[in-house]
């Protein structure tokens, strides 16, 4: 090898030598022509070996016709295999659409003289021949109507066990015809059948079998007629409860999806057959149908419209079937796509059939005689388990994309029920018991109550005590929801909210495409999962770009529930001071047509029958009030002894800033005291914590601790209110005539009266007015009355006053 190397350096270093002399130039042009007449003969020869098929044109359609009626068909493709090649010679001359027409007319009479034989191969699941046919077929350009043959074939059974079932519109059982969910069992169980038999045979004739398994089942679905959207369809519109039957169609179809697409993973591992043809291995994939591009074109469209809305930026990638990138599973999951979207409405339309259904199973206004609040109770359980079963219902059908709709239906649930709750609350017919208490009837026996009166009271605590139930329901069910929704946001945290790529168990990644792209993957859906997803608002690296920030401490997810059963909880407390405050209204109902406000002589001037020097001599002393003021104020003395027998029912410390006339910052304080004190001292009393102080305050905050004296303090403080209120507002006014010792009579009782409550820790703005309007003199009325005329401002208050004394109509002597 030394030897050679440094001979070969030798004959270089002459080689060198010999072309820096003048000679070179010549040297290089010689070779330079030498090129030029090798290149002119290779394309001498290429065009005439072109020219020499070229040649074979005029006698192609004879040796064609001759091949196929020997029935060479292998020698007709291979002889129009060529022909097609040389068409190029014939581009952009008159000569080249006479030979393409020729060409396209031998082809098809090839694929005449085939196609009997091809079926009947296919039917006979002869894999050789049906492998042979399909290289011919690949040799004429012909790829795409050999599938079309195999397809339609294959799928013929399948398409006839579809379009000649009866279907009932119904899941119903009684019906003589299967509904579609039975139906679709036993369709995609033979679907399956199909595909597992067809794997083996389209390995052994396709090149691509994985994509031809994969076009066999969308051709198939897109050729059911009826369409599988229109048999949804059918469904859909029966009733109410149609949304279980799509959904029992949906998980079917999802168990299918799976089944199938692991069939599609083992037939991308699978070995294919070695091509028996150059051109078959190289030859590509046929394109799909033209029903197949016309709804991927559809899905395209779709997609676009609403990746331009709220989710722009969101990344679909194409799903990993297998590492197939097919999107076979599309046309599958397109038909409940629709109804996936509207699933709000038709989740809501459920519950609302499923709650008629509990109200006429238990109506509680139409039983007067049973216990109205443990039919609520009861009431309330099946409502909440119906709501329940919506959790399951939106993760099975939407795999979380549903949530709002979900949230909206249960919270138009529970409010329609609290709204028949409203009804019974309003009923002012007879009561649940009349039963009362051994306390009651004992120590209480003094009072003015009467046992409708007791019957009344222990109703509507009975009832409180029921909406207090509903709260700890509603309470239980949105920390389920919370825990679904925390699930879903997990779900999409985990896939770097790339949500068209999510992992979800029980799906292929086509349905996770469709969903993604849908109009259920919007801006408000991510703020409720944001909202929920304390972990994700903490991190702002993990945080979803399309989603806003939202305190999930701010507000309840079902504000339209909470508010309603604040509002009914508020009429009952209302209806049950009615029942504790029913002695003294009832004092009260005469006391506006009392004879003693148009007395004419002043109680405090000098008597009858007494001389002018007695009478000047005789002290002013303050007037008595009135037997009806006295009874009332004595009502209201004893209520601290009607709390007393409850003390031990915490039924009254339930949503106390919805009492009638509670100030919701003296709550505040008495909360803030309450959370103030140690542990040690903290009476042991389970407190349910108010609805409004609830969707205010953060879920960590704890629950305010009352003692029963501070609950009755409460209490007390609002009846006293109420009273004052109704006769403020009902009573008084209805006083026609006020002379001045009625007056005179009228300030002391108020004065009476307001002592009474202040004892009560009740203080009125509107009694202490009545009080000092009715103590004015005739002159300083009517000086006022004219002041505020001209001012064109006056108190209620005043105005009756005025009207009662007549100071607007006459100056006072």
Same mark, same amino acid.
Request: with cysteine; glycine share 4%.
């Given at each position: ?5 440094? +001979? ?272 078959? *291995? ?12 016309? %709804? ?99 993760? +099975? ?119 993604? *792209?849908? =109009?259920? %993957? ?30 999930? +401490? ?83 003395? %004893? ?60 879920? *960590? ?26 006769? =403020?507002? *009902? ?12 007056? +005179? ?15 009560? %820790? ?30 064109? =401002?006056? =108190? ?18």
């Amino acid at each position: 090898m030394r030897g050679s190397a440094l +001979a070969l350096q030798t004959a270089l270093d002459g080689v060198a030598k010999r072309t820096d002399n003048p000679l070179s130039t010549e040297i290089s042009q010689a070779l330079d022509r030498l090129h030029s007449l090798d290149t002119i003969k290779q394309n001498m020869l290429k065009a005439r070996d072109v020219l020499g098929e070229a040649a074979s044109w005029s006698t192609l359609e004879g040796e064609v016709a001759s091949l196929l009626s020997e029935q060479s068909y292998e020698k007709a493709a291979e002889k129009l295999s060529e022909a097609s090649r040389s068409m190029v010679v014939f581009q952009n001359t008159p000569d080249y659409e006479p030979r393409r027409t020729l060409m396209v007319s031998l082809q098809n009479q090839l694929e005449a003289s085939l196609s009997s034989a091809l079926i009947a191969a296919i039917n006979s699941h002869d894999v050789a021949v049906c492998k042979n046919y399909y290289n011919i077929f690949c040799n004429i350009q012909r790829d795409s109507e050999f599938r079309t043959y195999y397809y339609g074939s294959r799928r013929s059974s399948l398409v006839t066990l579809w379009q000649h079932t009866p279907l009932s519109p119904s899941s119903s059982t009684e019906e003589s015809t299967p509904s579609l969910s039975s139906f679709l069992t036993t369709f995609f169980a033979e679907f399956l059948s199909k595909i597992n038999s067809e794997k083996s045979s389209i390995v052994a004739i396709f090149p691509d079998p994985q994509f031809t398994l994969a076009t066999f089942i969308t051709s198939t679905l897109t050729s059911l007629q009826p369409t599988f959207s229109e048999r949804l369809s059918a469904v859909a519109h029966n009733s109410p409860s149609s949304l279980l039957e799509i959904i029992a169609c949906f998980k079917i179809t999802e168990q299918f999806a799976v089944a199938a697409d692991k069939i599609l993973e083992r037939t991308e591992s699978s070995t294919l057959v070695p091509s028996s043809s150059p051109g078959e *291995a190289t030859s590509p994939p046929s394109k799909p149908p033209a029903n197949r591009r016309a %709804n991927r074109s559809s899905m395209s469209r779709r997609m676009s419209v609403h990746l331009n809305g709220p989710n722009v930026g969101l990344s679909i990638k194409p799903p990993h079937l297998g590492g197939s990138g097919l999107d076979w599973d599309h046309d599958l999951f397109e038909p409940f796509l629709e109804y996936q979207t509207e699933y709000g409405n038709l989740e809501q339309q459920l519950l609302e059939s499923s709650l008629q259904e509990v109200s006429k199973s238990r109506d509680v206004r139409e039983d007067v005689s049973s216990d109205r609040a443990r039919a609520l109770r009861e009431q309330s359980v099946e409502v909440f388990s119906v709501a329940e079963e919506g959790l399951g219902r939106v993760t +099975a059908f939407t795999h979380g994309y549903g949530i709002l709709g979900l949230i909206r239906a249960v919270d138009q649930l529970v409010q329609n029920f609290i709204a028949q709750t409203r009804n019974v609350v309003s009923d002012p017919s007879a009561s649940s018991s009349k039963t009362i208490s051994s306390s009651a009837s004992g120590d209480l026996a003094d009072l003015d109550y009467t046992l409708d009166d007791w019957s009344n009271i222990q109703m509507w605590l009975h009832l409180l005590g029921a909406f207090r139930t509903i709260l700890d329901r509603l309470d239980a069910f949105e920390v389920k929801l919370q825990a679904t929704i925390l699930q879903f946001s997990s779900m999409f945290r985990t896939a770097g909210y790339d949500y068209g790529n999510v992992y979800i168990p029980g799906t292929t990644s086509g349905e996770v495409q469709l969903l993604a *792209a849908s =109009t259920l %993957n919007s801006a408000e859906f991510h703020d409720i999962l944001q909202a929920v997803d304390s972990e994700t608002r903490q991190d702002p690296v993990e945080r979803s770009p399309y989603a806003r920030v939202v305190d999930p +401490a701010s507000k309840s997810l079902l504000v339209q529930s909470r508010n309603a059963l604040a509002s009914v909880t508020s009429l009952c407390q209302t209806s049950l001071q009615d029942a504790m405050l029913s002695p003294l209204r009832n004092h009260l109902l005469y006391y506006a047509s009392s004879s003693v406000w148009s007395t004419q002589n002043d109680p405090k001037g000098p008597r009858a029958g007494a001389s002018a020097t007695s009478a000047t001599q005789l002290p002013s002393f303050s007037l008595s009030p009135t037997e009806t003021m006295q009874r009332v104020a004595e009502g209201l003395l %004893n209520l601290p002894r009607l709390f007393e027998v409850y003390a031990d029912d915490d039924v009254l410390s339930f949503s106390l800033n919805t009492l009638p006339f509670v100030d919701n910052e003296y709550l505040q304080s008495l909360s803030e005291r309450a959370s103030d004190s140690s542990p040690e001292t903290r009476p042991m009393h389970n407190r349910r914590q108010s609805i409004a102080m609830k969707s205010q305050m953060p879920a *960590a905050s704890p629950v305010p601790e009352f003692t029963p004296e501070v609950i009755a303090s409460v209490w007390l403080s609002s009846l006293g209110l109420s009273l004052l209120s109704h006769l =403020t507002s *009902a009573v008084l006014p209805n006083i026609r005539t006020l002379t001045p010792a009625g007056a +005179a009579q009228l300030s002391s009782d108020l004065e009476y009266l307001s002592n009474i409550v202040g004892a009560l %820790n009740v203080r009125s703005e509107e009694l202490s007015r009545w009080k000092e309007y009715a103590s004015l003199s005739d002159e300083d009325g009517w000086r006022q009355a004219m002041d505020s005329s001209a001012s064109q =401002t006056s =108190t209620f208050e005043f105005t009756q006053i005025a009207r009662m004394r007549g100071w607007a109509a006459r100056r006072p002597t």
